[in-house]
């Protein structure tokens, strides 16, 4: 079964403008991990925040996790056009195993 | 450094057919994962090996898939027979080892269409 959700399904903005996608979970985590799929490709993965941190950057993503809502967003600043694909939001719900569970993932359309 | 690789990239069967993957992890990764996604949903974790033993396979359909990694390296996903609801893309992914904080790495992905 599925454990994250994301919100929205779908996504359009403009070339410079900032998204924001939105990650609810159900179980306890050890950490959450966002990935970017384009279409007909592989995921490739953006960036990890541990249950103990609040916040994290990593270029121009910003991830925050709040673990009392369960839930985590994915922001992403000044949008490219190459920026268009869909996101996804993975929980490991155990530091003792690795059962990563991927939500059904945001599609960001960048228009230029 | 070389990704996962996957063959073949593209696969079309008739229903009741059967179908192979194979998949290259990284060199060194101890963990390797088999995926399944549906057109518009997320990736839907089938098997996880570690080494050559299998760590978790609850959501793998055993009555009609089976995928073994000989020698704890390169791995094949099988489905015999195929069925329609099987059409999706069987991603291949590795990591470092399966505890902890690790990074998935995923390979391009095998397109499936049963007909």
């Known amino acids: 079964s599925q454990q994250g959700e994301e919100d929205p399904q779908a996504l359009s903005i403009q070339e410079g403008e900032n998204a924001t996608m939105n990650c609810s979970y159900k179980?306890?985590?050890?950490?959450l991990q966002w990935y970017r799929q384009n279409s007909g490709r592989g995921l490739v993965h953006l960036i990890l925040?541990?249950?103990?941190?609040r916040e994290k950057h990593s270029g121009r993503l910003r991830v925050t996790l709040d673990t009392s809502k369960k839930s985590s967003s994915l922001l992403i600043t000044a949008s490219r056009a190459a920026d268009t694909a869909s996101y996804f939001c993975a929980t490991d719900p155990s530091p003792s195993s690795w059962d990563m569970r991927f939500g059904a993932g945001t599609r960001l359309t960048v228009k230029p | 450094e070389a990704g996962v690789a996957q063959s073949p990239r593209y696969k079309i069967i008739e229903k009741r057919q059967s179908v192979a993957f194979w998949c290259n992890p990284i060199?060194?990764?101890?963990?390797l994962y088999w995926y399944q996604q549906i057109l518009g949903q997320g990736p839907k974790l089938l098997i996880q090996?570690?080494?050559?033993?299998?760590?978790?396979d609850s959501q793998l359909p055993k009555d009609r898939f089976s995928a073994e990694r000989l020698k704890g390296v390169d791995s094949t996903l099988k489905i015999q027979p195929a069925k329609l609801e099987d059409s999706a893309v069987y991603l291949c992914?590795?990591?470092?080892?399966?505890?902890?904080?690790?990074?998935?790495?995923f390979g391009p992905g095998t397109r499936l269409t049963v007909l």
């Open positions: 179980t306890s985590i050890n950490n």
């Open positions: 060199s060194g990764h101890a963990t």
């Open positions: 992914a590795s990591s470092w080892e399966g505890l902890g904080d690790n990074e998935q790495f």
């Open positions: 925040i541990r249950s103990n941190e």
């Open positions: 090996f570690q080494n050559n033993g299998v760590v978790d």
